[in-house]
């Protein structure tokens, strides 16, 4: 079978290499106004989530934990005792 | 254990919102968010001996819950991102309607992120922290933040279908049915 017939195409100046090093990479790199829009609608919701304050559930527990009290957790994620808080786990 | 100075807890307290807030970016969905700041509140009063006096509160606490998440993450992996809610219609202050659209896809489009892209934009670009803070929360290199925060802003338009500042706010749809009629005559 001629090369140029093969289901990859003719074999011409970039033979041997792979399809994918053909296809030219799309380089989107953003503009800084782009970036700053992104920015402003990152923030804008990050705002939206702070302006929500502190739900009552985390002052009663720290005031429970002020007193000494250890409380269980009702959530989905038990609390697991005193492990190292920073570890990676 | 000693008790903690109650200036501890204030300070503790006055994370909760900017924690909170980090919770709902990473995972979507209030609940969990509120389950993960509580495990974190637990977690850092249990393990205050190995909080640094002087040192950046807010950053341990950070660095607590993000660990938690990725733990929890792992576990979860399988099931389904709720990053497709209207979370918008949760909040107490409602945003305008236009706004409102531009939140839920902004919103949605972020949840779509790699968990690490999320984390490393939302720090530095919405928490407030620098590249440097950020890498010893995410423990990783700077440059690996660097790298993470602007593949994230890239993936960000793409999945948002930006490619300049006019595809923004809420008159992008009227203007793509606009310029597809004026390609008709």
């Known amino acids: 079978m001629d090369d140029n017939n093969k289901p990859g195409g003719p074999r011409g100046p970039m033979a041997g290499t792979t399809q994918a090093s053909t296809v030219p990479k799309k380089k989107h790199s953003l503009n800084r106004e782009t970036q700053i829009k992104l ?4 923030q804008n919701m990050y705002n939206a989530y702070l302006n929500e304050g502190t739900p009552d559930r985390f002052r009663s527990l720290l005031h429970s934990l002020e007193a ?9 994620m038990p609390y697991e005792g ?7 786990s | 254990m000693m008790a903690p100075n109650p200036s501890v807890s204030e300070a503790m307290l006055r994370a909760v919102p900017s924690l909170r807030a980090f919770a709902i970016s990473l995972c979507g969905n209030v609940d969990r968010a509120d389950d993960l ?10 393990n205050l ?5 002087g040192t950046n ?11 938690l998440f990725r733990s929890e993450y792992r576990k979860r992996r399988r099931e389904v991102p709720d990053g497709e809610g209207t979370y918008a219609e949760t909040l107490k202050s409602q945003p305008e309607q236009a706004s409102r659209v531009e939140f839920e896809e902004f919103r949605t489009a972020l949840a779509k992120l790699p968990s ?3 984390e490393a934009l939302v720090l530095v670009g919405a928490s407030g922290f620098s590249y440097e803070e950020a890498a010893g929360i995410c423990g990783c290199a700077v440059g690996t933040i660097k790298s993470r925060v602007n593949r994230a802003r890239t993936r960000l338009a793409e999945l948002m279908s930006i490619e300049s500042v006019d595809d923004f706010g809420p008159d992008r749809e009227l203007k793509a049915v606009l310029s597809s009629g004026s390609g008709n005559g």
Do not use: H, Y
Request: aromatic share 8%; hydrophobic share 40%; charged share 20%.
């Open chain 1, 39 to 42: 920015g402003t609608q990152l």
């Open chain 2, 116 to 118: 690490d892209q999320r």
């Open chain 2, 37 to 46: 700041v509580q495990e974190t509140l637990l977690r850092a009063w249990a």
């Open chain 1, 82 to 88: 005193a492990k190292d808080a920073s570890e990676e």
């Open chain 2, 57 to 67: 509160m807010s950053a341990w606490l950070f660095t607590i819950l993000r660990n």
């Open chain 2, 49 to 53: 001996n190995s909080f640094e006096p």
């Open chain 1, 68 to 76: 000494g009290e250890m409380p269980g957790i009702s959530g989905s």
